[in-house]
Antibody, heavy 121, light 108 residues
Framework: EVQLVESGGGLVQPGGSLRLSCAAS????????MSWVRQAPGKGLEWVAN????????YYVDSVKGRFTISRDNGRNSLYLHMNSLRAEDTAVYYC??????????????WGQGTLVTVSS | SSELTQDPAVSVALGQTVIITCQGD??????ASWYRQKPGQAPVLVIY???NRPSGIPDRFSGSSSGNTASLTITGAQAEDEADYYC???????????FGGGTKLTVL
């Protein structure tokens, strides 16, 4: 079964750090661009960051640039999100997602079930 | 530009047709993909590319695109289609990604 499972979420104080992990099973992550997407409580989906298949290119939404780092370990079939200097507005469910990228189109499939990050004192 | 705009809410009578739209400059260059999300669940892909459905998505779901607007059509909406729907694409640079704000679909 093709599956993504996130872990590492939890309660953290403002200014703190957290590392999210996403483990893939049933397929190899190495042939896909991967993304983190988040959803604040009661809000819409927000793309956070992505990383190319070989890790050579990474892109971030402006609001997390300089604070978050996306990485991958294809040998472990895993994706990571290192989050530093966390703010209350980073509180969200964080999803990892596999992205298929073609010349004029791209889509996410599959998605993980999400892990909740709460930033609060 | 890095914005995709959706109507916040749309309603449809059971069995009728509803169109959910998504507007943005990047859609002149790239196709949108569409996701359905029910409360407490992860998003699910329903349409990708020009008009493709993943396995398991009913054929009442279809997609189209014209100019800067992508559309998701549900022909003969069912009660189980009630959900939030999001469009997604690249921004005009082609490197960053962006979601629309989401449309809450109510089936009456």
């Amino acid at each position: 079964e093709v599956q993504l499972v996130e872990s590492g979420g939890g309660l953290v104080q403002p200014g703190g750090s957290l590392r999210l992990s996403c483990a893939a099973s049933g397929f190899s992550l190495s042939t896909y661009r991967m993304s983190w997407v988040r959803q604040a409580p009661g809000k819409g989906l927000e793309w956070v960051a992505n990383i190319k298949e070989d890790g050579s290119e990474k892109y971030y939404v402006d609001s997390v640039k300089g604070r978050f780092t996306i990485s991958r370990d294809n040998g472990r079939n895993s994706l990571y999100l290192h989050m530093n200097s966390l703010r209350a507005e980073d509180t969200a469910v964080y999803y990892c997602a596999t992205e298929v990228v073609l010349t004029l189109e791209n889509w996410f499939d599959p998605w993980g079930q999400g892990t909740l990050v709460t930033v609060s004192s | 530009s890095s914005e995709l705009t959706q109507d916040p809410a749309v309603s449809v009578a059971l069995g009728q047709t509803v169109i959910i739209t998504c507007q943005g400059d990047s859609l002149r260059s790239y196709y949108a993909s569409w996701y359905r999300q029910k409360p407490g669940q992860a998003p699910v892909l329903v349409i990708y590319g020009k008009n493709n459905r993943p396995s398991g998505i009913p054929d009442r779901f279809s997609g189209s695109s014209s100019g800067n607007t992508a559309s998701l059509t549900i022909t003969g909406a069912q009660a189980e289609d009630e959900a939030d729907y999001y469009c997604y694409s690249r921004d005009t640079s082609g490197n960053h990604r962006v979601f629309g704000g989401g449309t809450k679909l109510t089936v009456l």
